[in-house]
Nanobody, 116 residues
Framework: QVQLVESGGGLVQAGGSLRLSCAAS????????MAWYRQAPGKQRELVAT???????NYGDSVKGRFTISRDNAKNTVYLQMNSLKPEDTAVYYC??????????WGQGTQVTVSS
């Protein structure tokens, strides 16, 4: 039984920063990896960043150098620090957790809007 709850979204000016949080009802140690995805209206969901249980990270090309994913296992929380935000970053951001099996869990999303 796992639930993921995102928070931290909102409206920000271009060039600004936001930090998203994803709180898991279960331990983040139960997962092979956790990730952030995003989806803009009319667009397919795209991978933003991943972090493995060993701490390795990967980023989508569009956010590399601007976003940082991190995880606090003691708090069962994964974060996405977003800097130098652009209007094209506007989307609903979803937390994803990959279980040790093939099962994946999703949060309900948090809206990020970047104004010009």
């Amino acid at each position: 039984q796992v639930q993921l709850v995102e928070s931290g979204g909102g409206l920000v000016q271009a060039g600004g920063s936001l930090r998203l949080s994803c709180a898991a009802s279960g331990s983040t140690l139960w997962f092979r990896a956790m990730a952030w995805y995003r989806q803009a209206p009319g667009k397919q969901r795209e991978l933003v960043a991943t972090i493995s249980n060993g701490g390795s990270t990967n980023y989508g090309d569009s956010v590399k150098g601007r976003f940082t994913i991190s995880r606090d296992n003691a708090k069962n929380t994964v974060y996405l620090q977003m800097n130098s935000l652009k209007p094209e970053d506007t989307a609903v951001y979803y937390c994803n957790a990959q279980a040790l099996t093939t099962r994946a869990y999703w949060g309900q999303g948090t809206q990020v809007t970047v104004s010009s």
